[in-house]
């Protein structure tokens, strides 16, 4: 069965050339397109005798040149029908024609216009290329016959069929869909970020927002001393730091200083910044141009903390010490030469005791750290706790340091009585707290005061007994009562409170003893004598 599709095309190309007018042709179009629907339809409706035919038939037969019924020639037939149509898109009336796109718009409307310009500016140039290509139906290149997948209504329509199927612009196109909205306009104070023509005040401005801008436009000094001014103007310390920072790097030093001699504020923030970043040598550059000799030799002083080598550190001091320093900042400098040169050689003394491991004090208490480069108060406790018993004349013995550095008595009790307490060494403690007047008497004394004493045993895990005494020691009543009911010193409350005849204090005491205990019996013993007048 011959297909009727090429017959059914030369009808209609008939039909279209008898009509001159547009309306006329869109209609045959779609006539056209309703017959080879209504064909496809035809063919498709077949009576029982042509099925039962069909399937007993078979598509595959032997070639032959003079077969006219052949695939071959089916397929050349409708090639012919297909290309004719370009006969009845040329003629004369094809002014009158109106141009659509492969999407079925018309070519030179808006929405074609804006698809048009996103499809070119979204694909390659082989895309655009193509692009150009279909942009109407007034040139036409052969296109590749797809397998089943367009149909013929939608190469007019440039609609697909009703499916899955996409359509054949999309399909010869790689650009994938995009809804593109028409690009607004940058307001004109954001092109000023590509450019150089910034002010000083616009300049500081885009500093504080945090903007990226660059300083090098301001080459000439009076421009990069405005660019200061104006930063100085608006207080803010981290724009006066990167303007400093650009200073630095395209100025002299001699220059440099120069100008901030005169602009106190920025010459503080360029100190301060040195110091951060450790430039001693451009610090000390600085204060010796501004004659600042004390200033100059703390930075010098300040140099020592870099130096980790003791012997390197302790010879580094002993040039600081003839610098212009004040008078206390010099006794300063004298005192720590000579506590690291004593350092030097306690640490080397007792490193060799302890591995010798000859002295009972470095075998029962080994050493966790060295003693180089501490504070005075930690050698002094250090000292306490290995050499508390040496004598004064021994670079190690406590009463040296103590003379030597002029530590207040305050200070070398609360220090040598946390190394003792420490120890448990409790004889060496009441030792420290005795003293003798010029009668001979012995009596108990503490710079520090009595109860924190008592703090500083408890702290040490001392026995109650000591504990006791030391509470017994302290002058105001309601601390020794605070104190000896918080360290359960049950002897010195229950005396105290007989002494001060308060009956009630007592009784509400013995509720809180052991049951039995000889605190009670004795808390007993008082309340029943009838030697005592009791206030309550």
Not at 65 to 80: A, P, T, V
Not at 152 to 159: D, E, I
Not at 221 to 243: C, P, Y
Not at 245 to 259: V, Y
Request: charged share 30%; net charge positive.
């Amino acid at each position: 069965m011959k297909s009727t599709r090429p017959t059914l095309y030369r009808a209609v190309v008939r039909m279209t050339e008898r009509s001159g007018k547009k309306t006329q042709k869109r209609s045959f179009n779609r006539a056209a397109m309703m017959s080879l629907s209504q064909a496809s339809v035809v063919k498709m409706n077949r009576t029982k005798g042509d099925e039962e035919e069909y399937w007993n038939s078979s598509k595959f037969k032997a070639f032959t040149f003079d077969d006219e019924d052949d695939e071959l020639s089916q397929l050349k037939e409708s090639k012919r029908a297909v290309n004719s149509l370009r006969d009845f898109v040329d003629d004369e009336d094809d002014d009158d024609l109106e141009r659509v796109s492969w999407s079925g718009e018309p070519v030179g409307s808006i929405s074609w216009s804006i698809k048009e310009t996103a499809g070119n500016s979204g694909s390659s140039q082989e895309g655009r290329e193509q692009l150009k290509s279909r942009n109407s139906f007034s040139t036409y290149a052969q296109l590749p016959k797809p397998s089943s997948t367009y149909s013929l209504s939608s190469f007019f329509r440039g609609r697909t069929r009703p499916g899955s199927f996409q359509s054949l612009s999309d399909a010869l196109s790689d650009v994938p869909a995009k809804t593109y909205a028409p690009e607004l306009g940058r307001p004109k104070g954001e092109y000023r970020d590509y450019s150089n023509d910034w002010s000083p005040s616009d300049t500081v401005w885009r500093l504080r927002k945090g903007k990226v801008c660059s300083l090098e436009r301001f080459r000439s000094l009076q421009d990069k001393l405005r660019l200061l001014e104006e930063a100085v103007s608006v207080h803010d310390g981290n724009v006066i730091t990167a303007v400093l920072i650009f200073l630095k790097r395209t100025l002299s030093k001699e220059i440099l200083f120069r100008e901030l001699e005169v602009r106190q504020v920025a010459l503080r923030h360029l100190i301060h910044f040195l110091k951060e970043i450790g430039d001693q040598k451009l610090l000390l550059d600085l204060f010796r141009f501004l004659d600042r000799t004390e200033e100059l030799a703390l930075s010098h002083y300040r140099e020592h903390l870099n130096i980790q080598d003791p012997e390197k550190r302790k010879e580094f001091l002993k040039t600081c010490i003839g610098l212009p320093f004040s008078a206390e900042d010099s006794a300063h400098i004298q005192d720590h030469y000579t506590l690291l040169e004593r350092q030097i050689i306690i640490e080397a003394n007792d490193r060799h005791l302890e591995s010798a491991g000859q002295t009972e004090i470095f075998r029962k208490h080994p050493r966790k750290a060295s003693i180089l480069n501490m504070p005075l108060v930690t050698t002094l406790f250090y000292s306490c706790f290995y050499h508390y018993t040496e004598a004064e004349g021994t670079f190690s013995s406590p009463v040296n340091l103590k003379k030597t550095f002029k530590i207040p008595d305050k200070q070398y009790v609360l220090t040598a009585l946390a190394a003792r307490a420490k120890l448990r060494a409790w004889h060496d403690v009441d030792a420290l707290f005795t003293t003798k007047n010029w009668l001979g008497y012995t009596k108990k004394r503490a710079p520090i005061g009595f109860h924190r004493v008592v703090e500083i045993l408890h702290k040490n895990s001392a026995p109650v007994q000591i504990l006791q005494e030391y509470v017994n020691l302290v002058e105001d009543v309601d601390t020794k009562l605070n104190l000896a009911t918080k360290f359960k010193c049950h002897d010195v409350v229950i005396d105290t409170c007989r002494d001060l005849k308060d009956r009630q204090q007592l009784l509400a005491y013995r509720s809180k003893v052991d049951k039995g205990s000889a605190e009670e019996e004795k808390i007993d013993a008082i309340l029943n004598s009838s030697q005592i007048r009791w206030k309550n």
